[in-house]
């Protein structure tokens, strides 16, 4: 399912609260721009990025986030209900995309909404295997 390349992540929010998803966890999350508007969203909000001055910033807006690259992710099998991984592939090469996105799917609850641009495309929601 693709997302409107206009506003991906408010097309995002619509879809986790139609499922009823109160969480989302954040890959690459950067400074915590998107966080703050899942927050402001009402959905809470887990941030990762490799960045420690990232993470800082991210933190400053009193966001729940830790250093961590895309794989290994340091979270629990099914720990999150969505992922929200827009940047997650970016800068990296094209031989590691297919673990970063088998590392979504194992911290992704089954079924859930993985959303992440692979190459030459807009935004894209996968799903986590059942």
Do not use: Y
């Not at 400074?31 to 400053?60: C, K, W, Y």
């Amino acid at each position: 399912m693709a997302l409107s390349p206009k506003d991906p992540l408010t097309e995002f929010v619509t879809l986790l609260k139609a499922e009823g998803r109160k969480a989302v966890l954040g890959l690459a999350c950067g400074r915590g721009t998107d966080g703050l508007r899942f927050v402001q969203s009402g959905i809470h909000f887990t941030g990762v990025d490799p960045s420690e001055e990232n993470i800082h910033a991210a933190r400053a807006h009193g966001l729940e986030a830790s250093v961590a690259g895309p794989a290994p992710l340091p979270f629990a099998d099914s720990a999150f209900p969505s992922v929200w991984a827009v940047d997650a592939l970016a800068g990296l090469p094209p031989e590691d995309w297919d673990a970063v996105v088998q590392e979504l799917e194992r911290v992704a609850a089954p079924g859930a909404p993985i959303a992440v641009v692979p190459p030459g495309q807009g935004v894209t929601v996968l799903r986590s295997p059942a």
